[in-house]
T-cell receptor
Framework: QKEVEQDPGPLSVPEGAIVSLNCTYS??????FMWYRQYSRKGPELLMY????GNKEDGRFTAQVDKSSKYISLFIRDSQPSDSATYLC??????????????FGKGTLLTVNP | NAGVTQTPKFRILKIGQSMTLQCTQD?????MYWYRQDPGMGLKLIYY???????DKGEVPNGYNVSRSTTEDFPLRLELAAPSQTSVYFC?????????FGPGTRLTVL
C-alpha cells in the first residue's frame, strides 16, 4: 500500500459546483497536511495548510482532516473556471522541523467548465 | 524578489550525456529540494538540503547528484542521462512547510 493515495481523476464539473477532492494515507506519523494547487506548466503553490483534525476554511476552500480514518479532503464551493488545475495533497511527519520533507499524492486534475 | 528560478526551461539530451540543472533562490531559505514529476505520478523527491554544505537523498536519488555550496544555489547533476530520466524537474525552497517552487525544467532524453 502506497503511503499516500489520491484519485488522479480527471474530474470535470460545471461552474458553480461543489468539488470534493480526497486523499488517504497509511502512515500514522503524518501530522501536517497541505493542499497544493498546480496550474498547467507551472510549479505547485500552497493552497491550504492544516495540523489538527477538523476543518479549516479560507474563502471558498475548506480543508478537512480526519486523523482517525487517515483521510483528508479539500472542498471547493462555487467552483470557477480559474480553479481548473491539478490539486496535490501533501503531508509530513513530525520530525521536529529538521527537514520539512513532504510526501505528495499523485494529484487530481480538475476542470471547471463555464 | 525573483523567488525560485530554474534554468534551462527545456532541454533535450542524448543517452549518456551529462548536464546540470540550475536552481537559485533569493529568499534566504535554509531548505531546498529537487523533485521530478512524471505524468499522473505526483512529485517524487530526488535530493534535499537543510543548509549550505548539507545534502541528503530523497526517494529517487539514483542517477543524480547535488551540491550546496551556498544558501542560494542548489544544482542538480545528471551524469549519464537515460530515457528513464525524461521528466519535469522542479526545485523548491522553504523555511517551513510552505515550499516555494520554481517554474520547472522539462528534460527529454533520447
Amino acid at each position: 500500500q502506497k503511503e499516500v493515495e489520491q484519485d488522479p481523476g480527471p474530474l470535470s464539473v460545471p461552474e458553480g459546483a461543489i468539488v470534493s477532492l480526497n486523499c488517504t494515507y497509511s502512515n500514522s506519523a503524518f501530522q501536517y497536511f497541505m493542499w497544493y494547487r498546480q496550474y498547467s506548466r507551472k510549479g505547485p503553490e500552497l493552497l491550504m495548510y492544516t495540523y489538527s483534525s477538523g476543518n479549516k476554511e479560507d474563502g471558498r476552500f475548506t480543508a478537512q482532516v480526519d486523523k482517525s480514518s487517515k483521510y483528508i479532503s479539500l472542498f471547493i464551493r462555487d467552483s470557477q473556471p480559474s480553479d481548473s488545475a491539478t490539486y496535490l495533497c501533501a503531508m509530513r511527519e513530525n520530525s521536529g522541523g529538521s527537514n520539512y520533507k513532504l510526501t505528495f499524492g499523485k494529484g487530481t486534475l480538475l476542470t471547471v467548465n463555464p | 524578489n525573483a523567488g525560485v528560478t530554474q534554468t534551462p526551461k527545456f532541454r533535450i539530451l542524448k543517452i549518456g550525456q551529462s548536464m546540470t540543472l540550475q536552481c537559485t533562490q533569493d529568499m534566504n531559505h535554509n531548505y531546498m529540494y529537487w523533485y521530478r514529476q512524471d505524468p499522473g505520478m505526483g512529485l517524487k523527491l530526488i535530493y534535499y538540503s537543510v543548509g549550505a554544505g548539507i545534502t541528503d537523498k530523497g526517494e529517487v536519488p539514483n542517477g543524480y547528484n547535488v551540491s550546496r555550496s551556498t544558501t542560494e544555489d542548489f544544482p542538480l547533476r545528471l551524469e549519464l542521462a537515460a530515457p528513464s530520466q525524461t521528466s519535469v524537474y522542479f526545485c523548491a525552497s522553504s523555511y517551513s512547510d510552505e515550499q516555494f517552487f520554481g517554474p520547472g525544467t522539462r528534460l527529454t532524453v533520447l
